[in-house]
């Protein structure tokens, strides 16, 4: 995709750790009055099993499809402005994995799309999670 939404004003899924300031300066608006920012970080536990770690891996597809995700939701919400980055490679815990936010004339407006982003994201985008655990197992989330 080629021609993107001016609303869309950062896309992007990178091998290196994400930053909270530099999604914060891509939605950087006066007009804004909220802007709402959800960061998803590795978590020591899931299902009752200690975490040691997680590997994201993508599939080609998706930045085109997290592209698309962004486009959607700056179209169906009033928003002034759609920013999302994931992370792929082995990451830790604490380290984030996605970070989204929407900025929107008022926060109600900024709130429920950034819902509809991170939703989307997670339900369509082809990346997928191999969690390792603490007692040697391991598993793939996500996974077609």
Same mark, same amino acid.
């Given at each position: 995709m *080629?021609? &993107? &939404?001016p !609303?869309v004003r %950062?896309?992007?899924?990178r091998?290196?750790a994400l930053?909270?300031?530099e999604? %914060?300066e891509?939605?950087?608006?006066?007009?804004a009055?909220g802007?709402?920012l959800?960061v998803g970080?590795?978590?020591d /536990?899931?299902?009752g099993?200690?975490?040691?770690? !997680?590997?994201y891996s993508?599939h080609p597809s998706?930045?085109?499809?997290?592209?698309?995700?962004?486009? &959607?939701?700056a179209?169906r919400?009033d928003?002034r402005?759609?920013?999302?980055? /994931?992370?792929?490679? &082995?990451?830790d %815990? +604490? $380290?984030a994995?996605v970070?989204?936010a929407?900025?929107a $004339? /008022?926060? +109600? =407006?900024?709130?429920?799309?950034?819902?509809a !982003?991170?939703d989307?994201l997670?339900? *369509?985008?082809?990346?997928?999670?191999? =969690?390792?655990?603490t007692d040697g197992?391991e598993?793939?989330?996500?996974t077609p």
């Amino acid at each position: 995709m *080629t021609d &993107s &939404s001016p !609303l869309v004003r %950062l896309v992007d899924i990178r091998d290196s750790a994400l930053d909270v300031a530099e999604v %914060l300066e891509a939605l950087a608006d006066v007009a804004a009055g909220g802007l709402t920012l959800f960061v998803g970080k590795v978590r020591d /536990h899931d299902g009752g099993k200690g975490v040691a770690g !997680l590997d994201y891996s993508a599939h080609p597809s998706a930045m085109e499809r997290l592209r698309e995700v962004c486009e &959607s939701v700056a179209a169906r919400y009033d928003v002034r402005g759609v920013a999302a980055v /994931h992370r792929v490679g &082995s990451l830790d %815990l +604490g $380290d984030a994995a996605v970070i989204v936010a929407t900025a929107a $004339d /008022h926060r +109600g =407006q900024a709130f429920e799309a950034s819902r509809a !982003l991170i939703d989307d994201l997670k339900a *369509t985008v082809p990346i997928w999670k191999h =969690q390792r655990f603490t007692d040697g197992d391991e598993e793939w989330v996500g996974t077609p």
